[in-house]
C-alpha cells in the first residue's frame, strides 16, 4: 500500500448560522478545501465521501451529499459523474467518511478524494414546533431507540453501584446525563476531581477564544466554570459542547498524484499514517473498550507509539472527555490526565497538547463537521499555520473522534495519525 496525503483542509465558522442553508454551507467548504490545495476547481475529484447526521429532519434523506453540492456539479467546479458515497455514523461521520476516502485511495481505484461532513442543527423556528424536533431528536439519537432499555438500564446499574440514581433530566441532552456518569465512576476509581474537570474547560475556552472559526470565543475561569449552570452533576454548561452549524472538508491525494502537482502543495502535504475505526459494545466499565483497541491498531499501523504524540485533538463533547480519552488511547496513566489539565501541561507548551482548536467545548460541534475539523487543527498545526494557537514543531498528530454510545463506550471510534511533510 502506498502512503495517502492530504493536501487540502478547510473548515467554516461553527456556530449559529441561520443565514446559511445546506448548500451555501458546502459550497463554501469545497471552495475552501480547494483553494487550500491550490486548485482552480475539482475535475480532478474522483469520488467523494459525504457525512451528514440531521438533514433527514428537514426531510432531504438519501442523496445528501448530491443534492448539496448540486450547484457545484451544476457550474463545473465538480466532474459530472462523480460519485458522492453518504456516510452517516454520529459524531464519527466525518472521520467514516475520511477513513472511507483514503481508502479509496489505498485500493488504488482513485488518485484523489474529497471528503466533507456538513451540519446545520440550529433551527430559528418557534420551539413549539413539535413535530420539527422529534425528527431532529430521532436523527440525532446516536444510542440504541429500538430498544432504549439496553443503555437506560446499564447506566442505571451502574448508578446503583456508585450509590448515585441515574436520571434523564427534562431540557438537556441524554449524553450529558451518561456523560456524567461516567465522570462519576471516573472520580471514584481514579481520584479525577471536579476541580480538573474546570480545568480542562477553562483551556478549552482560552484556545477557543483564539480561534476564528469557533462557536465560543471567550474565555474562563476554573471557578467561572464550575459556577455556570448545571446540567448533570459534576458537568456545568461551560464543561459541555454546544450544536450548531458548520461545514469542514479534506482533499486527499495518492504519492503518484502528489508527485506531479506544484512544490508549494507538496511541501504542504500531510500523509496519513493511519486510519482506524473500531466498534464499541457493552462492556464491564473497568474492562477496556474501544478507544484502546483503535489505539492499540492505529499505533501499529504506522509504526509509531504514544511517545511520538505531538498534538492532540480529541472527542470533549464534554469536559471528561479531556480526561478520560487520553488515558484510554496510552497517552497516559490511568488517573493521570486529571492532574495534567490542572498542571497545565495539556495546554500549548505543555507535556501533552490536546485540543488546542478549543476543542468541542468552545469550538463547537456541528455533529457531522466534527472529526473533519479535528483534522484541520491539526494540519494547520503540523504546517505551522496555526497562529496564535500554535503548538512548537509538532511532527505527529492524533485525532480521536467517536460517535454514539454503548454503555461507556462509544458506539464507534476513530483514530487518525498525520506526520508532517
Known amino acids: ?64 451529499g448530491q443534492v448539496s453540492l448540486s450547484d457545484a456539479f451544476a457550474d463545473g467546479r465538480l466532474r459530472i ?4 458515497v453518504n456516510v452517516e455514523n454520529a459524531c464519527a461521520s466525518s472521520s467514516t467518511a475520511l477513513n472511507g476516502a483514503w481508502k479509496d485511495i489505498l485500493s488504488g481505484q482513485s488518485r484523489c478524494v474529497l471528503a466533507m461532513g456538513l451540519e446545520k442543527l440550529f433551527d430559528p423556528a418557534p420551539a413549539d414546533d413539535a ?11 446516536g444510542a440504541d431507540m429500538l430498544e432504549p432499555r439496553n443503555w437506560i438500564d446499564y447506566y442505571k ?25 461516567q465522570a462519576i465512576w471516573h472520580m471514584r476509581h481514579h481520584g479525577s476531581t471536579a476541580w480538573q474537570l474546570a480545568a480542562a474547560a477553562s483551556k478549552a475556552h482560552g484556545l477557543g477564544a483564539l480561534n476564528p472559526n469557533a462557536q465560543y470565543r471567550f474565555k474562563l475561569t476554573p471557578d467561572e466554570v464550575l459556577a455556570d449552570r448545571p446540567v448533570s452533576g459534576p458537568l456545568t454548561r461551560a ?103 490542572e498542571a497545565g501541561e495539556t495546554g500549548l507548551h505543555g507535556r501533552l497538547p490536546i485540543n488546542p482548536s478549543g476543542g468541542l467545548v468552545s469550538r463547537g460541534h456541528p455533529v457531522a463537521a466534527t472529526g473533519l475539523a479535528m483534522i484541520h487543527e491539526l494540519t494547520s498545526q503540523l504546517r505551522g499555520e496555526a497562529g ?18 454503548m454503555g461507556f463506550d462509544e458506539a464507534i471510534t476513530s483514530v487518525t495519525l498525520l506526520e508532517a511533510a
Not at 459523474?81 to 458522492?84: D, S
Not at 413535530?131 to 439519537?141: I, N, Q, R
Not at 450548531?244 to 512544490?263: E, K, N, P, Y
Not at 496564535?388 to 467517536?402: F, M, T, Y
Open 1 to 64: 500500500m502506498g502512503p495517502v496525503y492530504l493536501i487540502g483542509s478547510h473548515m467554516t465558522a461553527f456556530g449559529k448560522r441561520p443565514d446559511m442553508s445546506f448548500k451555501a454551507l458546502a459550497n463554501e467548504a469545497l471552495e475552501g478545501v480547494l483553494a487550500d490545495a491550490g486548485f482552480a476547481d475539482g475535475n480532478m475529484i474522483d469520488s467523494i465521501w459525504f457525512a451528514n447526521s440531521a438533514m433527514g429532519a428537514v426531510g432531504q434523506g438519501s442523496i445528501r
Open 81 to 84: 459523474g462523480t460519485p458522492v
Open 131 to 141: 413535530a420539527k424536533a422529534k425528527a431532529l431528536g430521532g436523527f440525532m439519537a
Open 157 to 181: 446499574a451502574v448508578g446503583r453501584d456508585l450509590g448515585v440514581p441515574f436520571e434523564i433530566g427534562p431540557g438537556r441532552s441524554p449524553f450529558m446525563d451518561t456523560y456524567a456518569m
Open 239 to 341: 464543561m459541555c459542547a454546544p450544536i450548531g452549524d458548520g461545514a469542514s472538508a479534506a482533499l486527499l491525494v495518492s504519492a503518484d498524484m502528489l508527485r506531479g502537482l506544484d512544490r508549494r502543495v507538496r511541501e504542504r502535504a500531510v500523509r496519513i499514517r493511519a486510519s482506524v475505526l473500531e466498534g464499541g459494545s457493552y462492556r464491564r466499565p473497568d474492562e477496556p473498550g474501544c478507544l484502546e483497541r483503535a489505539a492499540q491498531r492505529a499505533f501499529a499501523q504506522a509504526g509509531l507509539s504514544a511517545r511520538d504524540i505531538g498534538v492532540v485533538e480529541l472527542h470533549d463533547a464534554t469536559s471528561f472527555g479531556e480526561i478520560h480519552i487520553p488515558e484510554s488511547l496510552g497517552l497516559c496513566a490511568k488517573g493521570a490526565a486529571g492532574p495534567l489539565a
Open 388 to 405: 496564535p494557537r500554535q503548538v512548537p514543531d509538532p511532527r505527529i498528530a492524533l485525532a480521536q473522534n467517536g460517535g454514539g454510545v
